[in-house]
Nanobody
Framework: QVQLAESGGGLVQAGESLTLTCVAS????????MAWFRQAPGKEREFVAA????????GVQDSLKDRFTVSKNYARNTAYLKMDSLKPDDTAVYYC???????????????????WGQGTQVTVPS
């Protein structure tokens, strides 16, 4: 079992940056691929970024690659999502997610996620 705890959300102005943090804990926390999804009001949950358990393989949604970066501190089982040049369209609840096994950089389907965090709100006013 793996528990995920996100932090770092908040209200920021357009053009500013924000970094989300997700700490994984539990017996197999070091063996999971970690990911970020987001869900805006009235929309489906969408893939944002993911990183393999080792940190060697990363993937970011194509439309966000120029602004979002995913990274991981392997020793601390902590994943980060750095978001630059934020826009009002980035307003959403951001969820940390994890699943056992490998990850090779492709968009992760939410159907394959085993563990979810509670979510953290990011708001960028227009």
């Amino acid at each position: 079992q793996v528990q995920l705890a996100e932090s770092g959300g908040g209200l920021v102005q357009a053009g500013e940056s924000l970094t989300l943090t997700c700490v994984a804990s539990g017996r197999t926390a070091g063996d999971v691929a970690m990911a970020w999804f987001r869900q805006a009001p009235g929309k489906e949950r969408e893939f944002v970024a993911a990183i393999s358990w080792s940190g060697n393989n990363k993937g970011v949604q194509d439309s966000l690659k120029d602004r979002f970066t995913v990274s991981k501190n392997y020793a601390r089982n902590t994943a980060y999502l750095k978001m630059d040049s934020l826009k009002p369209d980035d307003t959403a609840v951001y969820y940390c997610a994890a699943r056992p096994g490998g990850y090779w950089g492709d968009p992760m389907s939410p159907d394959t996620v085993h563990y979810w965090g509670q979510g953290t709100q990011v708001t960028v006013p227009s």
